[in-house]
């Protein structure tokens, strides 16, 4: 006999209802999930710790598989895992990179595509150095803030530096494309440091001067690792973030980003960071942040 179903607010929450595993388990899934909640890095508002919780919690209004207006029904025979949360120290950044690391390295030996559930942007950088054996490694970022800065506030590991501590350390990472920058201040330095090393940087200007042209920006037949900071996205869209910029991303601008690259490339990874939960008392910045990875996945599956 089947079993009944539970409605979105009924249950244990794993992402998607996916099966909990251990990250070193015997275990195989097309998708993973590893909560990263992490956030002494931030220079504003805290809360991103509280985000892998939040983020399974809500995707369990968006279970696979989907079936759409059209009758396409996406996700069908996916398996996901969910992996559960990086242990993680209070304090103590190096220790956080270290066990960060590990964890995602035993999910890539696990999974076809991992996704992490962040944290503050700082956890891109241990995150990357999991897939150090990926040749010519391109990140597709999408953000309001180019983090590429060498030191803030004398520290080397804040949520400015995840891509320039990632650039140092990873020979095979080739090439960061950035969209949807904007705001009143960036390090002059690190525009240019990131400028010199080729990188691609797109501004929320140049999105809504010309779409198609920001998609012929985009790599094409590439490895590539995806990273979004919801900032990026406008705030009136995503309120619950650390540090929102005015006129950005809609949802519809950012799926168009994040479809493309899944379709003209092979996406490796998958993280989600910045979003912090207590900033919205809605829960509709989680929500939506959730769908967003799902509808992510699908693109990704549609093409494999």
């Not at 869209?237 to 479809?259: H, K």
Request: charged share 20%; net charge negative.
């Amino acid at each position: 006999m089947t079993q009944p179903a539970h409605l979105p607010y009924g249950g244990i929450a794993t992402f998607a209802r996916a099966p909990l595993v251990t990250p070193d388990g015997d275990w195989q899934a097309d998708v993973a999930a590893l909560g990263v909640p992490y956030d002494i890095a931030l220079g504003f508002r805290p809360g991103a710790r509280f985000a892998p919780r939040a983020l399974r919690e809500a995707s369990l209004r968006s279970v696979p598989p989907f079936t759409g207006l059209d009758g396409r029904t996406r996700l069908e025979g996916v398996t996901l895992a969910d992996a559960g949360d990086v242990i993680l120290p209070s304090l103590e950044p190096e220790l956080m990179q270290a066990r960060t690391t590990a964890a995602a390295r035993a999910l890539r030996a696990r999974c076809r595509l991992p996704v992490f559930l962040g944290g503050d942007h700082s956890v891109s950088y241990p995150l990357l150095r999991a897939f150090e054996d990926v040749p010519a490694l391109h990140v597709v970022q999408l953000d309001a803030h180019l983090d590429f800065t060498d030191t803030r506030n004398d520290t080397r590991w804040s949520n400015s530096s995840p891509f320039r501590r990632a650039a140092e350390a990873l020979p095979n990472l080739v090439h960061i494309t950035t969209v949807g920058l904007r705001g009143l201040r960036f390090d002059p330095e690190a525009v240019a440091a990131a400028r010199a090393r080729g990188h691609t940087l797109i501004s929320m200007t140049d999105v809504q001067a010309d779409m198609a042209e920001v998609l012929k920006r985009l790599p094409e037949g590439q490895k590539v690792y995806i990273s979004v900071d919801v900032d990026g996205l406008d705030p009136s869209v995503i309120p619950g973030t650390s540090s929102p910029e005015p006129d950005g991303f809609t949802y519809a601008q950012a799926m168009t980003v994040l479809a493309s690259t899944a379709r003209r490339n092979r996406v490796v990874g998958l993280d989600l960071v910045e979003l912090a939960p207590n900033l919205d008392p809605t829960g509709r910045s989680e929500l939506l942040c959730a769908r967003l990875i799902m509808e992510t996945l699908c693109e990704v599956f549609d093409h494999e």
